[in-house]
């Protein structure tokens, strides 16, 4: 405990007493120390507190864990639960709206705990629409070729068929979920060079025939 900094009256019976702490980790902070007297007169610590100071340094407000995780904060091992009533998720017993999975469900009888709601849909849509491998990225831009009828898109199943599927190209966006407007310049119906190239030099005719004036002779 360092030196006295201040003491302020709580009420008639009790006095806050302030001083430096002198902890290497806890620079600007203080101890507290109450000291209450009784109706006889007798004083006691009340109690006692390391608080921070007007200078402290002190650890930012706590943020819940749903708003602070990021893309790609997830690690090999990480359990990473969906957060609670999740808008894009919803109980497996509704229709999904989805007409291709909510058909297929019906046929086999499978009914999933959860399945993905049509704003989770739309979400995705939207996230993946405005991403590195959506329609107004630099590459799509740079390139007269779309997806949508090269032989390397693999269209995805259900709602988002008619905009979206999966690059199976290993030297262009393989793996990836892209729209059908995005391109690259490896798409399937992309023609090789023709190899004639551009001349280092323009071509000498040797069949030529050059008028000199007699005077220049």
């Known amino acids: 405990m360092g030196a006295h900094v201040a003491g302020v009256a709580e009420d008639e019976y009790a006095v806050a007493h302030y001083f430096e702490a002198n902890l290497p980790a806890y620079r600007g902070w203080q101890w507290c120390a109450v000291i209450a007297a ?39 091992g990480d359990v990473l639960p969906p957060r609670e009533s999740d808008p894009r998720i919803e109980p497996g017993y509704r229709l999904s709206g989805d007409p291709e999975a909510d058909a297929v469900a019906g046929e086999i009888g499978v009914n999933l705990e959860r399945v993905m709601s ?58 990836h979920v892209v729209h059908a407007h995005y391109g690259c310049g ?10 004639q190239g551009s001349p280092a030099y323009e071509p000498y005719d040797d069949g030529a025939v050059e008028k000199v004036p007699a005077e220049q002779a």
């Open 38 to 76: 009784s109706p006889g007169g007798e004083l006691t610590v009340s109690e006692t507190a390391l608080l921070p100071g007007p200078g402290s340094l002190t650890a930012p407000d706590w943020v819940p864990w749903d708003q602070r995780v990021r893309a790609g904060d997830l690690s090999p």
């Open 186 to 195: 490896a798409h399937s119906s992309a023609q090789a060079p023709s190899g």
């Open 118 to 175: 049509r704003v989770g849909r739309i979400d995705a849509a939207e996230r993946w629409r405005e991403g590195p491998f959506g329609p107004d990225s630099e590459m799509a831009r740079a390139t007269r070729f779309h997806c949508g009828d090269c032989a390397f898109y693999l269209p995805l199943a259900g709602s988002l068929r008619a905009a979206f599927g999966v690059c199976s190209n290993e030297f262009s966006a393989d793996g």
